[in-house]
Every structure is written in C-alpha cells, then in structure tokens.
C-alpha cells in the first residue's frame, strides 16, 4: 500500500522531493538486440525536460545493479531522429506515476503504472544502505522484482494478446 508506506515515511522524517508523471520511451534495433543482451536505450520526459540513458546489462547483485549512462537532451525530436538514422526505433512507450522521497542516503520511490499497479523501489549508494532503509520501511522480508518495468508491461501485453506499444493512464 503506498499509502501506508507514506505514512511510514513521514514518521522516518522522509521528505517527499517530487511528485510526477513521466514519459518513458524504449528504443531497440528490428532485432531487438538491446532487449536480448539485457540492455536499454530510454528517452524519458519529466516536466518537458528529457534526459536519454543508456542502461548495460546487471552486474552481480543481491539488488539489480547496472551501469547506467544518461545525459540531458535539449531537442527530444532531433535525438529521436538521430536514433533512427542509427537503425533504432521505439519499441515501448508508457506512462509512470511516481512519487519520490528521501530516507537516508536512498531514494524511494512509489510508482504506479498502467495495466500493472503499483511498485516501491528503493535506490541506493550500496546494498548495505538499501537493506538499511528496506528494514526501516519494513519492507525487508518482501518479495523482489529485479524484472524491469518494460519487461513487465511487454509480458502483460504478450500475456493478454495486447499489440499495443504505447501503455498511458487513461
């Protein structure tokens, strides 16, 4: 419930940093070569302000963990152009509430999404750190989805027959 985990976190002394709806859009080549190596190339929208990323595969980890490069972008449809004259093409959009708050030196953040409901995720400087802040929340013995949103929204849609590529709240 998140509403219960607001409440915990206001009692932690967490301060809620911002409240948003953000834009997520997945690139990937015909062959679909970043999502058979694990990996991702995202253009995200936050408040008319995109930022690309490039995430690499896990690494080794009790929590998932991956190198991520990402960069502010000033004209999202030039990137968007550019990425296509590179033989990349979108192949998932979707929406994402979330909800950020700081505890400690982690961040966490109650996000709702389309078609799926509702996720906590708890990002942190260590696993130390993030185990930390889980038992605070007393979220320490729950289960972990170490499967990425995406992932996520392309199975249900698999799942229910769903050809959709654009996920929004309606």
């Not at 694990?38 to 896990?58: F, H, I, Q, S, T």
């Not at 968007?80 to 979707?94: D, M, P, Y």
């Amino acid at each position: 419930s998140h509403q219960a985990l607001r409440e915990r976190l206001t009692q932690l002394g967490a301060k809620c940093q911002a409240q948003q709806l953000e834009l997520n859009i997945y690139f990937d080549t015909a062959e679909a070569e970043l999502l058979k190596s694990d990996r991702a190339l995202r253009l995200r929208c936050v408040d008319k302000e995109y930022v690309l990323a490039y995430k690499g595969p896990p690494e080794q980890s009790k929590y998932k963990q991956r190198q991520e490069i990402q960069t502010a972008i000033a004209d999202a449809a030039a990137v968007q152009n550019l990425l296509g004259e590179l033989g990349f093409t979108q192949s998932l959009l979707f929406e994402k509430r979330r909800q950020r708050w700081r505890l400690d030196d982690c961040w966490v953040e109650l996000d709702q999404l389309p078609l799926l409901g509702t996720f906590v995720e708890v990002e942190g400087p260590g696993e130390a750190a993030i185990e930390q802040v889980l038992a605070k929340l007393e979220l320490d013995q729950a289960d972990l989805i170490a499967t990425p949103y995406p992932i996520l929204l392309r199975d249900h849609l698999k799942r229910t027959g769903n050809s959709s590529r654009e996920i929004r709240f309606s």
